[in-house]
């Protein structure tokens, strides 16, 4: 059974930084490709950012590029979502997500396998 649980979101004003965290357990978390979404209420999940199981290529939404950073550390099990400069469009709930298999950066949320529940981040203008 694989677990994801995220964790940092919270209220925050405009301009400010967050950082979220997303813990994987019950298999090799190495062997999983992993993204970030977030979704409001009434639309559809969108894909935020994206990291290879290594670490060294990275993908991310044209809204957010330049803002947010995505990072993992495979020896804890975590990725990570930098938040920097955040504006009020940004309010959404977040969730992490893992593929299970694949090499490549994957932007689209059907090509996921697990979810984690989700962490709200409101951003106040």
């Known amino acids: 059974q694989v677990q994801l649980v995220e964790s940092g979101g919270g209220f925050v004003q405009t301009g400010g930084s967050l950082k979220l965290s997303c813990v994987v357990s019950?298999?090799?978390?190495?062997?999983?490709?992993m993204g970030w979404f977030r979704q409001t209420p009434g639309k559809e999940r969108e894909f935020v950012a994206a990291?290879?199981?290594?670490?060294?290529?990275?993908s991310y939404s044209d809204s957010v590029k330049g803002r947010f950073t995505i990072s993992r550390d495979n020896a804890k099990n975590t990725i990570f979502l930098q938040m920097n400069s955040l504006k009020p469009e940004d309010t959404a709930v977040y969730y992490c997500?893992?593929?299970?298999?694949?090499?490549?950066?994957?932007?689209?949320?059907?090509?996921?396998?697990?979810w984690g529940q989700g962490t709200q981040v409101t951003v106040s203008s």
């Open positions: 997500a893992a593929r299970d298999g694949g090499i490549f950066l994957f932007t689209a949320a059907h090509q996921y396998t697990y």
């Open positions: 019950g298999r090799t978390f190495s062997n999983y490709p």
């Open positions: 990291i290879s199981r290594s670490g060294e290529s990275t």
